[in-house]
């Protein structure tokens, strides 16, 4: 039972819950998901390693009503419960009468640390499997006699005492609630090899399962630590500026935003900011899969986690600790392991029929192989027991959950946050890439791409200071290309939606659209050529005029992003269609296509026709994912089979209404995401060969030849350590896959 102390803890803090596999059982209810502000009592289950687990401590819950909520973390051996003082006091004894440990989870504490070798109970397990080996030399070498059977059966009994209690508690509440767990099995199997005089087996058979056991729960922390790891990235403390103007080192969590925040060469980024002094570069990679350093210099954005390299840097915090984009990340694939891949849903499904199928078959090996096969009562009870151990089926029901994690932390190290199993495994059945134009295929900054003079003059400097005084963007493009000579502009005048007018050296001058131009009747043919020649290209055109004559011609442009064809080249070589969605004019749309070698275009769309496009390419396509950045994006992104946000420069609509997040702006992870998808159902695939086919070669050498206990132990658990190893082959670094696909 819970003491008053722990009641206290419990009912003292409460959890955000950030939705994933949240679940309710209150009166019976339907299990339904729960909402981010979900808050509740946090346990700290150590022996809850997998989805089996799960679903016992969701078996043992249901029996409790009252519980609100429910959602279970795995990756950090956490359960939530949402519940009253009362029943969270029954909830805590029913989960114990199951027989797990369950303590309160201290919030804000940190990760617990490795176990050490004794606190796993290795010493424990090492003196069990020492006193089982004596068993088995006592049985074969001691000479007859009650006295060395009685010694033998000590032994045998000490061993499995040492190794299997908690396994029989758990086995006997399972059999109580009439279920077969391998808990259940493995209790009934060596009770039963004890009482037909197998001791010796006995007692080996539970030390080496539970040693198998062990290995197996550290096997599965590796894929957990891979993304556990990410929480080591940024330092826990930060230098920060005092009001003295002094810099003192204070832990990243107490930082606030507007601080300013100091990082030396070499240092890690302790919080997200904006750089306000001195320049350097920075290596993303560890959040972002960059693989260059980037350049930062004053108004530049820098991350948590991220390294400063080169010289040293001063930013203002713009998010707390528990806010930057690196806990973000986290946050997501923590809550992504808690969603439930249609594999996994599966699997369960068949295991379901499969155990009681084993079941059934080694209780008619016990009563029928006697009389139809004239086997010993002894013998056909043995090789029964044998078939339950190995009907066991944990290596079926871990090798999903354990290649999900894998996969979605191989994602996370390439920049790729996907937000759930569910789409790891959806990405592969697209059919369909919808595209938008600005921000997705170009930089979504527009750039002056030419200029050129009309007249015998050097217009240059003027169309540069007209342009610096305005705020618009495309004039804003025409100042940053040209040389700043800041000449005096008098009777500035901004006439929105056409352009910009002002005296310099007492002659006026207009810089403005071709149909302000046009209203001005200095447009001729020739001019109306060349400029229809720009627009054609999906340039914006701007005019710099005099009162008489047109004295210069600049065309700026959302520049295509690099690498944006060999990402639509990829796409194609596995079978996708890309489609260019877009909301400028068709022409303006087409021409950047053109440049990316997209050849299905759609121009002059509103975000409805965008959402309505996507629908369509469904309907003639398939699984159709939508890739985008902006507001007018989150429509088409939350109806497509996938959707794809831009993270680096995407707003937080879109990422938010996005199940795949590409954080570093590159299209080519697209075709990264898909590969990386069909490598993880090919490796899920794998491992449920594997499960079924190293049990169904154990299962017929038991039927019809000489299989063992102990043969039985290493087909149950021997499969569990191979699906794992195979599931962290996820974790591998995977080549590129803008010219290939993942290995």
């Known amino acids: ?407 979605l932390a191989a994602a996370a190290r390439r920049g790729i946050l996907i937000k759930g199993g569910r789409f790891l495994e959806e990405a592969r059945r697209l059919r369909a890439v919808a595209l938008d134009k600005t921000g997705t295929v170009t930089e979504g900054k527009p750039r002056l791409v030419h200029w050129e003079a009309l007249s015998n003059s050097d217009p240059i400097a003027v169309g540069a200071s007209l342009a610096a005084r305005s705020d618009h963007p495309v004039s804003q493009a025409i100042a940053a290309g040209l040389p700043d000579h800041g000449l005096a502009v008098e009777g500035f005048v901004a006439e929105p939606g056409r352009g910009v007018r002002g005296t310099i050296e007492g002659h006026d001058y207009v810089l403005g659209k071709h149909s302000l131009i046009h209203d001005m009747g200095l447009c001729d043919a020739a001019l109306e050529a060349r400029l229809a020649e720009h627009e054609a290209q999906g340039r914006t055109v701007t005019l710099l005029a005099s009162e008489h004559a047109v004295l210069a011609l600049f065309a700026v442009a959302d520049t295509i992003k690099s690498g944006a064809a060999a990402a639509v080249t990829a796409l194609r070589a596995q079978g996708v269609e890309v489609v260019m969605l877009s909301g400028d004019n068709t022409t303006t749309a087409r021409a950047i296509a053109t440049q990316a070698g997209i050849t299905n275009v759609r121009g002059d769309l509103m975000p409805e026709d965008k959402l309505c496009a996507v629908q369509a390419l469904q309907a003639e396509y398939g699984a159709t994912a939508m890739v985008g950045d902006g507001i007018n994006d989150a429509p088409a992104l939350a109806a497509a089979d996938v959707g794809f946000a831009m993270g680096g420069v995407g707003t937080d609509i879109a990422m938010e209404a996005a199940d795949i997040v590409i954080m570093t702006d590159e299209l080519h992870k697209l075709a990264d995401t898909l590969a990386l998808s069909r490598r993880t159902y090919a490796v899920l695939w794998q491992n449920i060969a594997l499960a079924l086919g190293v049990k169904g070669v154990f299962l017929v050498l038991a039927l019809f030849g000489s299989a063992t206990m102990w043969m039985a132990v290493f087909a149950d658990m021997g499969a569990s350590l191979l699906v794992v190893a195979n599931g962290l082959r996820m974790l591998r670094p995977a080549r590129d896959v803008t010219a290939t696909a993942f290995p």
């Open 1 to 407: 039972m819970h003491t008053p102390s722990e009641l206290a803890i419990l009912t003292a803090q409460p959890a955000p819950c950030s939705g994933g596999c949240c679940q309710h059982a209150v009166e019976g209810a339907t299990p339904a998901t729960v909402p981010e502000a979900t808050r509740g009592a946090r346990f700290r289950i150590p022996s809850m390693d997998c989805p089996v687990e799960e679903g016992e401590i969701r078996r043992a819950l249901d029996a409790v009503p009252g519980i609100r909520a429910l959602r279970f973390e795995l990756a950090q051996r956490q359960l939530t419960i949402d519940a009253d003082e009362r029943v969270l006091a029954a909830a805590l004894s029913a989960i114990r009468a199951a027989g797990f440990d369950a303590t309160p989870a201290v919030e804000g504490a940190e990760p617990a640390a490795r176990a050490t070798w004794l606190a796993e109970g290795w010493p424990r397990l090492v003196a069990a499997l020492l006193l089982a080996i004596g068993a088995e030399a006592l049985g074969y070498f001691a000479p007859a006699g009650r006295v060395w059977q009685v010694a033998g059966m000590s032994l045998g009994v000490a061993a499995i005492a040492l190794a299997g209690l908690g396994t029989f508690r758990k086995g006997w509440s399972a059999l109580r609630q009439g279920r077969l767990n391998i808990n259940a099995l493995m209790s009934v199997a060596v009770t039963g090899a004890f009482l037909i005089g197998q001791w010796p087996e006995a007692a080996m058979v539970m030390a080496l399962y539970a040693i198998a056991e062990l290995i197996e729960a550290r096997a599965v922390d590796r894929a957990r630590n891979a993304i556990a790891g990410l929480m080591s990235l940024a330092p826990a403390e930060a230098e920060v500026q005092a009001s003295d103007g002094s810099w003192r080192t204070v832990a990243a969590a107490e930082v606030l935003v507007g601080a300013r925040v100091r990082v030396g060469p070499g240092q890690r980024m302790p919080l997200d900011g904006v750089v306000v002094a001195g320049t350097s570069s920075v290596d993303q990679s560890p959040l972002t899969g960059e693989s260059l350093p980037v350049e930062k210099v004053a108004g530049d954005a820098v991350f948590a986690g991220t390294i400063n390299l080169s010289g040293g840097l001063e930013f203002t915090c713009t998010a707390g600790a528990d806010d930057s984009l690196l806990a973000r990340i986290i946050h997501a694939v923590e809550a992504a392991q808690s969603t439930r891949a249609p594999m996994q849903g599966f699997i369960d499904r068949f295991a379901r029929i499969y155990t009681p199928a084993v079941f059934v078959i080694s209780s008619a090996v016990a009563l029928f192989a006697p009389l139809l096969l004239g086997w010993g009562w002894t013998q056909a009870l043995y090789k029964a027991l044998v078939l339950l151990v190995i009907a066991c089926p944990c290596a079926l029901v871990i090798s999903t959950p354990v290649t999900i994690v894998s996969g």
